[in-house]
């Protein structure tokens, strides 16, 4: 399983920072509202580091987005 998990992590850091918050939009919304908050918290922050210029701050954060929508 954690082959899935590290392949699916190579495939992030060769995405966009925009292209990881498209693939987050199209991702459902977990039913722990711990992890929904945490995902809006770091999409925002995201946002704020793309808004800069921060094309590497802004993936990291959207990697954590995802990792709390999956």
Avoid: F, W, Y
């Avoid at 699916?8 to 722990?32: E, L, Y």
């Avoid at 509202?33 to 800069?52: C, I, N, R």
């Amino acid at each position: 399983m954690s082959g899935g998990s590290m392949s699916s992590g190579s495939n992030n850091s060769s995405m966009t920072c925009q292209a990881m918050m498209d693939k987050a939009n199209g991702m459902g919304q977990p039913m722990d509202l711990a992890k929904k908050a945490e995902a809006a918290k770091q999409t925002d922050m995201a946002k704020a580091a793309m808004a800069k210029g921060d094309e590497t701050s802004c993936k990291s954060h959207m990697r954590v987005a995802i990792r709390n929508l999956m």
